[in-house]
């Protein structure tokens, strides 16, 4: 019977045969720029975070910008993508606390990161992968469902999640594994209609053999 550390070690050899360029598919130029469309990207796309802020990103170029704002005219700014209210008021009050606190300087620890608010570990873990070279596991809804799928994770909360994949992934593939992971359930372990039936992953797949 192959365990979890030799599942893992198959799925990272077939990601780094088929999905070597994966990269983050949030547009950004800055730490400020990823922090705020991975606020954005909960519930949504990338493809629209993106297009919301490629026009967002040339108002608001800054903390000072997003503090100063009016927070209807944020919400609207947003509106595409979704939630945007609690968003916004994230956004906006994340600003002043990092003006005010960390002053202006964006905190390069986690446990910092996760206190500000609209910030959990899966936030925390693309900033600081992404713009600070800081390993970490994303554990979004691809990540979530491929890694029960193939019986990475017996867990349903992403804290879980990620600890049991800090278990069984290398450290310094964290981050990359990440992405590679996400555009590998984009590709071909979609959640409705996966395509099995090419995936190299399937004979040490629980879904693809029927076991969930």
């Not at 130029?29 to 606020?39: R, S």
């Not at 005010?100 to 693309?126: M, Q, S």
């Not at 310094?172 to 395509?195: L, M, N, Y």
Request: proline share 4%; with cysteine.
């Amino acid at each position: 019977m192959i365990n979890r550390k030799e599942i893992a070690e198959k799925f990272v050899k077939y990601l780094d045969e088929n999905f070597a360029n994966s990269k983050c598919s949030l547009n950004y130029e800055n730490p400020f720029q990823l922090l705020i469309a991975t606020i954005l990207s909960a519930q949504c796309t990338d493809e629209r975070v993106n297009k919301v802020t490629a026009a967002l990103f040339k108002k608001y170029k800054n903390f000072e910008d997003f503090k100063n704002a009016d927070l209807e005219e944020i919400m609207e700014d947003i509106r595409p993508t979704g939630f945007f209210r609690n968003k916004a008021k994230n956004i906006k009050k994340l600003s002043e606390v990092i003006l005010e606190r960390y002053k202006g300087v964006i905190p390069v620890d986690i446990n910092e990161l996760v206190k500000l608010p609209g910030i959990g570990r899966k936030t925390a873990n693309v900033l600081l992968g992404n713009c600070f070279n800081t390993p970490g596991i994303v554990v979004d809804t691809h990540v979530k469902r491929i890694s029960q799928r193939l019986g990475l994770t017996d867990n349903d909360n992403p804290d879980k999640i990620e600890q049991d994949l800090m278990e069984v992934i290398p450290k310094e593939k964290w981050t990359k594994w990440s992405h590679q992971v996400i555009d590998f359930g984009r590709k071909i372990c979609s959640a409705k209609k996966p395509k099995c039936d090419i995936c190299e992953m399937r004979d040490v797949c629980k879904f693809a053999n029927g076991e969930s």
